[in-house]
């Protein structure tokens, strides 16, 4: 399933659910795939920060490093 079809399917359970509810096998689908949809954004947040590079005034250049 692409992003764009798991985005889709989320605003489908949520519209649903707005109307006429959900089911438990749908909220469970709907909770894993809100889970995807989120570890996927972090994923793609965390590899643009990996190669991120921060140039101070004087001129020297540091590579972002993980927050301890």
Do not use: C, F, W
């Amino acid at each position: 399933m692409t992003m764009d079809e798991t985005i889709a399917r989320i605003n489908e359970l949520y519209h649903k659910s707005k109307e006429t509810g959900l089911t438990d096998e749908e909220r469970e689908e709907q909770a894993k795939l809100r889970r995807i949809y989120i570890d996927s954004v972090k994923g793609n947040l965390t590899g643009q920060l990996e190669h991120m590079s921060i140039k101070y005034p004087d001129g020297t250049i540091k590579k972002v490093k993980k927050k301890k």
